[in-house]
């Protein structure tokens, strides 16, 4: 692994040009983890550190950001989903990377993402230390969408198969008038107020069902057309499924910088603090007044 040659520890870090260097390196890396999709669907032995089943391509991707993310001058620190400990890489920034986001969507072949958080912190950081969060969306075609600390918008990219990539909205925002919801978890363990709550957005003829079972589809499908995604709190899992500084605070800073709301259900997600870098937590994003009234829902709860 390279270390960082060029940060001197009496100078600042150019925060700008690592976090541009960082989604650069990202986005010139999607078409290879795409690519390298076929052929590596399958499970492999071991699991993740939250212990869950890995694929060959879920441990590709990963081993392909570590390496490049790694050689970018004043990144200090890589973390993945696929991996047990911080990598020290070198002295700056942090970046965490949830490298196949939905790969159990590799057998049927639907929608996956990668997702990249940038903290001016050691990890495990806090939601506030986050200076940009981006994902790549391996769709039908593959775009980018990315929000930066200093721009209060979010932009999308298309890339192309050779890596090169254009911008094709500079300042993306979550439409008023929602329209899709998506919830994870099996329905049999959700708490009783939030099946209220989802009845009541199902009984909205406004709202369409929309789940694909990667969260970066489903929140895509939200930041587009307006609407809530939630993987909640369980009666069997009370702090859910999905991790904290590999998707709960991107996402939540993604969908609060375009507009929208963010929750664990009483606070935004950029407040969760939690020590252990793989912790869990409920997460809901979407448009505010859906969040609002999810939090005022789950707020019933004993
Ligand atoms: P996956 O396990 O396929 O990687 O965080 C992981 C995740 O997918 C999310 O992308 C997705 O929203 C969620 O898990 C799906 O979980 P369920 O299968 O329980 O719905």
Redesign the pocket.
Known sequence: MATNKDSSPTEPAPTNTTVNAVLDTVARSAPDIRNGLPGRRVAIEGTNPSG?SQKAA?VYADELLCERIGEIPNVGEYAS?ERESVVDVGSGLSVCV?P??????LEPNAA??TIVAIYDAPLPATGRDIVAAAYVLYGATTTMIVALENKDTVAEYVIHPDGNYQIVQGEMTIPDGPSVYGF???VPYWVDEFKAYVEEIESDPGMKLR?G??????VNQVLTYGGIFG?PTLTNAPEG???VQF?GYPVGYILETAGGASSDGQQSLLDVEKDDLHARTPVYVGNESLIDDLESALAGRD
């Not at 196949?100 to 969507?105: E, F, K």
């Not at 079972?213 to 489903?218: K, L, R, V």
């Open positions: 869950e879920d989903e949830d196949l986001d939905g790969s159990s969507n996956m993402g994870g978890g099996r789940y079972g990667a969260m970066i589809g489903d993987y499924k999905l991790r998707e």
